[in-house]
């Protein structure tokens, strides 16, 4: 959908848009806009964004700071390092990604609709795989099945439980330690949850691994209960975790550590760039199970067909 940010937008090619000062339109970004941040987000980079979704640095800056006025908030911190979101940005980038997966699920309802599809997957998977792991399996089903239409609805694992036993979801993709009762499952890849902090946190320089009665002591920014991650934690320290902030994405706990807001636990497949850029620094920790399962899950009794058989072969190969 990145053509969003692209259209009318550098130029004004089509004019300014008009809303009624009371309506959403007037107080809600555009798409494009919610996109940028998006992107601003996940690279760490204003100029990174900018290329990814085909606009000019300026243009981006300048969506950037549009957006800024419109909401009343700084969103997003600019140095020669790099681009890093404010606690507040963390927070809008949040409820953006939630508007985005509206809109793309949307589109993709539009556009089965156009086309007159007879065949469709509703996928619903916990926020990590759905982030990084499921566009790589879409896109190979899609090579194999060019006219499944596939939707997917990203939540936290007691989301997708929900909607998979309410019908709602032909397969789905959970992170947790254990497999609700009325589903049956099978592992399709490994997993551990780490502790990363900014380079800046005390943290970032010590040697003496955390152990489990420290991390639990310590305010963290951590996923929302129901969450695969948050459940694992929890497990893990006994139910003592203490949120310094809950947010129900991956990406903005990410943004949240990354900006210095504090400590994180988060998976090892979210972090990797983050890592390798020294955004974030891994914290070693000794004695604390942190590891866990990845499931593909379904209704009790009824294994998955057709292109939920597909995808699921896919996932395991």
């Known amino acids: 959908m990145s053509r969003s940010v692209k259209d009318g937008r550098e130029g004004g090619q089509d004019g300014p848009q008009r809303h009624a000062p009371g309506s959403l339109a007037h107080r809600v970004p555009d798409l494009g806009a919610l996109e940028l941040l998006l992107a601003v987000a996940r690279l760490g980079s204003l100029g990174g964004a900018a290329r990814e979704l085909g606009v000019t640095q300026p243009a981006a800056s300048s969506r950037i700071r549009s957006m800024e006025r419109q909401l009343g908030v700084a969103l997003v911190d600019r140095s020669p390092r790099g681009s890093r979101l404010t606690d507040a940005g963390a927070l809008v980038t949040d409820w953006a990604r939630r508007i985005v997966e509206a809109a793309e699920a ?4 539009a556009q089965a609709l156009r086309d007159r599809r ?9 926020m990590t795989i759905a982030e990084y792991l ?23 694992s007691a989301t997708v439980v929900e909607r998979l036993l309410t019908g709602e979801a032909d397969l789905g993709f959970v992170e947790g330690v254990s497999v609700a009762p009325g589903l049956d499952s099978v592992v399709i890849a490994h997993d551990r949850l780490i502790v990363v902090t900014a380079p800046g946190h005390p943290w970032a320089r010590r040697r003496r691994p955390l152990g489990a009665g420290e991390l ?3 305010p963290l920014i951590l996923r929302e209960k ?8 929890d497990t893990a320290l006994g139910g003592l975790a203490r949120p310094l902030i809950e947010l129900s994405s991956t990406t903005a706990v990410k943004a949240a ?8 636990v988060l998976s090892e497949l979210a972090v990797g ?4 850029m020294r955004r974030l620094v891994r ?3 000794a004695d604390i199970a942190l590891a866990r399962d990845l499931r593909a899950v379904w209704p009790t009794g009824h294994r998955p067909t057709g292109p939920a058989r597909q995808l699921l072969s896919l996932t395991r190969a």
């Open 106 to 109: 949307f589109d993709a309802g």
């Open 118 to 126: 007879d065949s469709r997957l509703r996928v619903a998977a916990s």
């Open 134 to 156: 499921l566009p790589g399996w879409l896109v190979a089903l899609r090579a194999q099945l060019p006219d499944t239409a596939v939707s997917l609805h990203a939540g936290n």
């Open 216 to 218: 639990a002591a310590t």
């Open 226 to 233: 129901g969450s695969g991650t948050r459940q694992v934690l």
């Open 257 to 264: 550590a990354v900006g210095g807001a504090g400590p994180a």
């Open 273 to 276: 760039e983050e890592l390798a």
């Open 283 to 285: 914290v070693p920790v």
